[in-house]
């Protein structure tokens, strides 16, 4: 048996060829399509020289080619790095080269980026362009565009993805694979340089991929059965909005496709145009980063509810705070739907989730029904006492990652052994509550000491939401004489607004302890987010210390 993402797509492939698996637009990709073509960029790849093993970069938005990218690389027995689309030259130079990658997938859109990053990316042998329209007006030739637009000095060779294809065969005549193959995913977490989390297939696929199930924690011991039940089944309509460089969107995908369903992939997200591929797809299951999309998708329809929505079942948001107001009123639209809050991160994977209820109790960040392999431990490894009102740190047993690629001091910290079990631990701290949910409260790199007291920024943050006037937030620690640290908003509102602090603190306080609540406020046109929806907290402190704030306690 392989237990890898290459097998598990070719089990569907084998049995739903003619089923639809990609759409975007007017476009679209067939089983029996998405794998000739996998295989021939597979084939390809390993044309360039890429052997198992070897890494290999996808710098793309969301798109069928990107796709299909990420299985032929898999295919290969390659290891795909996914690059940030939003990084600068010095951040792409960081990636290019501490991966190590071989050859470079990307849109053509990235050329000037990528040319100009290339001579401090000596391991980069060859570039492979999806075409994306870029630079096809100016040239005024042909769809492709003009050479000019693909090569810049010294790396004029630059292969078009089209011609990658064509050239390639089409076979599935690919070497074995090996559940010790490996996957790797690029995080940039809150703070730090963006680091790869390097996990075996089957573990991944065991805790991201369906691998388990999600809602009895039983492991998958066929390796047929997830392609075996979409057979027999109908087929489930997956919307993946998050951006592929996001490790929850890349595994939607990959679910979609082990179990013979359609992904609907757009490489632009907009809150309003979001219901429109909604109603256009019939999508059964939107998949969201908290309130990052949550909040401009939901707001978005309250101003204009004309839409067929009717083929929504569930609504699904991890990776991000989801705030208890945004979860409130996704429930009213959608009564019939089932909505899910899960936490997870890409060094631990799926740890639990909630099944969203109106006006449900609700303290710090989402409480969720944990699976069997996730724990609340503390530092000396022993376990936290249900309801004690401890405050522990997130930890996962079982299938976790082998380690962080070049990072053996980071591994040390996060990939620890207690009493002969080994355990991730990325930072998350957590309460075990009385009947064995999880409170989740953040990570402990951002949280805030004032006073000798722990303040987690999510749970400020989700208690500002629930102003009107609050469009989002980022909540940070800074310096004060007396305390260490004061509680600190940085605020983006609606239309302008001001609301005074005791205005926001009367809301806070309705969630949260007194000293909990900002002692300041600033006001800013907008959060600064990653792609992936999570808040930048180092440019929520650089906007602090910029200039005083409008209203300080």
């Known amino acids: 048996m392989a237990y890898t993402i290459a097998d598990l797509i070719e089990h569907a492939v084998d049995l739903m060829p003619e089923r639809t698996a990609l759409e975007s637009g007017d476009r679209s990709r067939t089983y029996a399509e998405l794998e000739a073509r996998s295989n021939a960029l597979a084939h390809k790849l390993r044309e360039l020289g890429v052997q198992p093993g070897d890494r290999v970069g996808l710098y793309s938005r969301n798109t069928i080619e990107a796709v299909e990218s990420m299985v032929a690389v898999f295919k290969a027995r390659a290891v795909m790095v996914n690059v940030n689309y939003r990084y600068v030259e010095a951040e792409l130079e960081h990636i290019f080269t501490d991966s190590g990658m071989k050859v470079l997938i990307h849109e053509r859109q990235f050329c ?11 391991s980069i042998e060859h570039r492979i362009a999806i075409e994306d329209g870029a630079g096809s007006e100016a040239s005024g030739s ?12 010294g790396y004029e060779d630059t292969i078009r993805f089209e011609d990658a294809i064509a050239g390639s065969s089409t076979e599935r005549d690919f070497d074995e694979r090996s559940n010790d193959d490996l996957y790797m995913l690029y995080t940039g977490g809150t703070t730090g340089k963006p680091k790869g989390v390097v996990w075996r297939q089957e573990d991944v696929w065991r805790v991201l991929g369906g691998g388990i199930d999600w809602y009895t924690s039983e492991p998958v011991a066929d390796e047929w059965k997830l392609a075996q039940d979409g057979a027999a089944g109908g087929q489930l309509v997956r919307f993946p909005i998050p951006p592929f460089i996001h490790g929850g969107s890349q595994w939607a995908i990959f679910q979609s496709l082990f179990a013979g369903g359609k992904a609907v992939v757009y490489p632009e997200f907009n809150g309003g145009a979001a219901w429109d591929i909604v109603e256009r797809h019939g999508v059964n299951v939107i998949f969201i980063t908290g309130d990052a999309m949550g909040r401009p998708m939901i707001e978005a329809l309250a101003e204009k509810d004309s839409h067929d929505l009717s083929s ?13 107001s945004i979860k409130d009123q996704f429930v009213d639209r959608f009564p019939n739907a089932v909505i899910v809050d899960a936490i997870g991160s890409s060094e631990t994977g799926f740890g639990g989730m909630s099944v969203v209820a109106k006006g449900a109790p609700h303290s710090g960040g989402p409480r969720v029904k944990a699976d069997s392999e996730t724990h609340v431990l503390r530092e000396d490894g022993t376990p936290v006492e249900p309801g004690s009102g401890e405050i522990g740190v997130l930890a996962r047993s079982g299938h976790v990652p082998l380690r962080y690629h070049n990072d053996p001091e980071k591994s040390a910290k996060t990939f620890k052994e207690f009493d002969g079990v080994r355990y991730s631990l990325p930072g998350d701290h957590a309460q075990l509550e009385s009947d064995g949910t999880i409170t989740m409260l953040g990570r402990g790199s951002v949280s805030i000491n004032t006073g000798g007291e722990k303040v987690f920024p999510e749970e400020v943050e989700g208690a500002l939401k629930a102003h009107h006037d609050v469009f989002d937030t980022v909540v940070v620690g800074v310096p004060d004489d007396r305390w260490g640290q004061r509680v600190a908003a940085v605020i983006a509102t609606r239309d302008g607004a001001r609301p005074s602090l005791a205005e926001l603190n009367d809301v806070v306080r309705k969630e949260l302890a007194g000293y909990k609540c900002p002692r300041s406020v600033w006001f800013v046109e907008e959060i600064k987010r990653s792609p992936a929806g999570k808040p930048d907290y180092r440019w929520g402190s650089a906007v602090t210390a910029q200039r005083t704030a409008d209203e300080a306690l």
């Open 312 to 324: 929504v079942v569930s609504i699904a948001s991890s990776a991000c705070l989801f705030s208890p």
């Open 112 to 122: 000037e980026r990528v040319c100009n990053t290339l001579p401090n990316a000596p």
């Open 142 to 153: 042909s769809e492709h565009g003009t050479d000019a637009t693909l090569s810049c000095e």
